[in-house]
């Protein structure tokens, strides 16, 4: 079954410290993948998309990630972390272009002084 | 662009009461997309529509919850005989994907939270 798992319910860091949020997924092919972030009572916003090409993919905030085919795997990093990156983080895949996404159950990260 | 909006941004029913949610997608936007966010379930796909036509609705259960697409401005998800369990932050989102890869961004709405008393 096609599924998105992200390991790490919580995590802590240190501001100015670097993040990284694993997502594994299990698909027959290689999906679409996303990375989202959710502040408190608020919509899903789009950090960054990969749909092919170079593994490193580059979003807002300078956050990136990296897709690894061999490890099914789509880590998102950030080299230094800001408070205000104190949020719910969630990985999706989407089997096809233009279907639904699936999503990880999200990892909330908590940026302490 | 003001984005996808969802009305209302909160509702609480009464236990059996319907409840309606709408959903105004990104002008120009071809499909349309809803899931359900809970604490013990997370985010699930619930319908989503292209160009009006209902695709997959393969997430919505069977009883009590329906959605349409009545023009490519809004969309309502109705739930009837509303249950203590149906309360969920429902969140629509638009895309303008016609299967193009690099059209396919999904814009999600701020949802609507539904409590169920």
């Known amino acids: 079954a096609q599924s998105v798992t992200q390991p790490d319910a919580r995590v802590t860091v240190s501001e100015g410290a670097s993040l990284q949020l694993r997502c594994k997924y299990s698909?027959?092919?290689?999906?679409?993948l996303f990375w989202y972030v959710q502040y408190q009572r608020q919509g899903l916003q789009l950090l960054l998309k990969?749909?092919?090409?170079?593994?490193v993919v580059q979003g807002v905030n300078g956050f990136e990630a990296e897709f690894s085919k061999s490890d099914s795997s789509f880590h998102l990093r950030k080299a230094s972390v800001h408070w205000s990156d104190s949020a719910v983080y969630f990985c999706?895949?989407?089997?096809?272009?233009?279907?639904?996404?699936?999503f990880g159950t999200g990892t909330k990260l908590q940026v302490v002084p | 662009n003001a984005g996808v909006i969802q009305t209302p941004r909160h509702k609480v029913t009464g236990k059996g009461q319907e409840a309606t949610l709408w959903c105004e997608p990104i002008s120009g936007h071809s499909a349309v997309f809803w899931y359900r966010q809970t604490i013990v379930q997370g985010l699930e796909f619930l319908t989503y529509?292209?160009?009006?036509?209902?695709?997959?609705d393969s997430g919505m259960p069977k009883e009590r919850f329906s959605a349409q697409m009545p023009n490519q401005s809004h969309s309502t998800l109705k739930i009837q005989s509303t249950q203590p369990q149906d309360s969920a932050v429902y969140l629509c989102a638009s895309s303008s994907s016609t299967g193009g890869a690099y059209q396919d961004t999904q814009y999600f709405g701020p949802g609507t939270r539904l409590l169920v008393l």
């Open positions: 698909y027959s092919g290689t999906p679409y």
């Open positions: 990969y749909y092919s090409g170079d593994p």
């Open positions: 529509f292209r160009n009006q036509a209902p695709i997959d």
């Open positions: 999706a895949a989407e089997a096809d272009s233009g279907t639904y996404q699936r």
